[in-house]
């Protein structure tokens, strides 16, 4: 059985790394992106702000993250591949140049030091079991904060909640506002039970990060 599903955790990650990049390629400049971030800075930049829908949550940390995974999300939410009416909205009329230099921005901002996570998880016996059976480490590295390739995101440390919301977008059925297509992230996903997924995402938000909110001045 382990042989079977280390096999599988194979096909998918060479069937992901033989997908197009989403991430654009034109060069972000991180102090233009600085100027045009003020639609995101209402959310990502209040330390504990939630968003209300599907379901109440702590929006994600995104200061930290690779530019590369940053504007892969955000050509995810404008071409309807992650499906939220708030972020599609706030998607919709950006360039790849806009994205791009938003993206460079928030990638300049992620913490000098792992710092403990925001997760109420341990690393139970059940906890690193689900983990091994879902093949995290296999895409988003050993301590789930160095992906194997900078389109994926980083996910120790991430607010537990949202992780939640994440894993269960992608056992959505097709839904024109709500959920996520991804082939590899929803064959995973789909392996498990809503409670499961809990169970990891609180483990994996336990987890020490270089994830942060940084949170605007003007709100301090």
Known sequence: MKKLVLAQS????????????????????????????TQCIGC?????????????????????QSDKYIASALIAYQKGERRHPTMRGATSNLSEQDIADMAAHYATLGSTSMKLGSGAGKASAGALALIE????KSCHGDNLSKPIDPSYPKIAGQHADYLFVALKS???????VVGRSNA?????????SFAELKTMAD????????????QESKFR
């Open 44 to 64: 990502h930049g209040l330390g504990g702000y939630h968003a209300s829908f599907p379901e109440v949550y702590r929006v994600p940390k995104i200061a930290g």
């Open 170 to 176: 992608y056992k959505t059925d097709p839904n024109a």
């Open 184 to 192: 590899v992230m929803g064959s995973i996903a789909k392996q498990f």
């Open 133 to 136: 059976k879902g093949g995290c």
């Open 10 to 37: 194979a096909l998918l990650i060479a069937f992901a790394l033989a997908q197009p990049s989403m991430a654009q390629t034109v060069q972000g400049n991180a102090a233009d992106g600085r100027q045009k971030v």
């Open 203 to 214: 483990y994996v938000g336990s987890l020490p990060s270089e994830l942060t909110v940084v």
